[in-house]
């Protein structure tokens, strides 16, 4: 099993940055991709980043540019950062933390983005 625990959201004025962070923890031994997600009110969760185990990044087209992914390893833990420059009123969403193991997939509680404008 893979635990997952977000932090870093926040209400933030339009324009602004935050940094989310994402630490795994249990058997992170054959986890590849981490990445991020996040959902709108009544809508379904859509992909906004992703980071390999050799480092390559993707990025949806909405965020190309303005977000940044990144992971750092320690000796029992995995933390992925989810850096979030010039954000929009449109960024405002719950954001998930997603770890794949094979063909496990585990997933964050989500911490909340607000961005007023």
């Known amino acids: 099993q893979v635990q997952l625990v977000e932090s870093g959201g926040a209400l933030v004025q339009a324009g602004g940055s935050l940094r989310l962070s994402c630490v795994a923890s249990g058997d992170i031994f054959r986890v590849t991709t981490m990445g991020w997600y996040r959902q709108f009110p009544g809508k379904q969760r859509e992909w906004v980043a992703d980071?390999?185990?050799?480092?390559?990044?993707?990025?949806a087209d909405s965020v190309q540019g303005r977000f940044t992914i990144s992971r750092d390893y320690a000796a029992e833990t995995e933390t992925v950062y989810l850096q979030m420059n010039s954000l929009r009123s449109e960024d405002t969403a719950v954001y998930y933390c997603?770890?794949?193991?094979?063909?496990?997939?585990?997933w964050g509680q989500g911490t909340q983005v607000t961005v007023s404008s």
């Open positions: 997603k770890a794949r193991r094979g063909r496990e997939e585990y």
């Open positions: 980071i390999e185990l050799g480092g390559r990044t993707e990025y």
